[in-house]
């Protein structure tokens, strides 16, 4: 499982996604479904809140009772992409 992380992790570091905003978890749940071609949204959020707990998302209150997600990336854009550990 650790693989998916990485993989998920360096798609969106590639993908640039902390210039997406904040956004649903919906919208992010397509991105991982996409990268990963699976379907099951049960692995799918685990995925997700995984890396929300390893802090690589940032989590906001939006207006419904609902959160809207921010990708932290790496502070500088130009910054070469780095394995993170498990």
Same mark, same amino acid.
């Given at each position: 499982?650790? /693989? %998916?992380?990485?993989? +998920?992790? /360096?798609?969106? +570091?590639? *993908? *640039?996604?902390?210039? @997406?905003? !904040?956004? &649903?978890? #919906?919208?992010?749940?397509?991105?991982? /479904? !996409?990268?990963?071609? +699976? =379907?099951?949204? !049960?692995?799918? =959020?685990? +995925?997700?809140?995984?890396? =929300?707990?390893?802090?690589?998302?940032? *989590?906001?209150?939006?207006?419904? =009772? #609902? !959160? @809207?997600?921010?990708? $932290?990336? &790496?502070?500088?854009? #130009?910054? &070469? $992409? %780095? #394995? $993170?550990?498990?």
């Amino acid at each position: 499982m650790n /693989e %998916v992380y990485s993989f +998920i992790l /360096e798609y969106l +570091i590639l *993908r *640039r996604a902390w210039g @997406l905003g !904040y956004l &649903p978890f #919906s919208n992010f749940k397509k991105i991982i /479904e !996409y990268a990963l071609g +699976i =379907r099951n949204i !049960y692995y799918i =959020r685990k +995925i997700f809140i995984h890396l =929300r707990n390893k802090g690589f998302f940032i *989590r906001k209150k939006n207006f419904k =009772r #609902s !959160y @809207l997600y921010k990708f $932290v990336g &790496p502070k500088q854009a #130009s910054a &070469p $992409v %780095v #394995s $993170v550990k498990f």
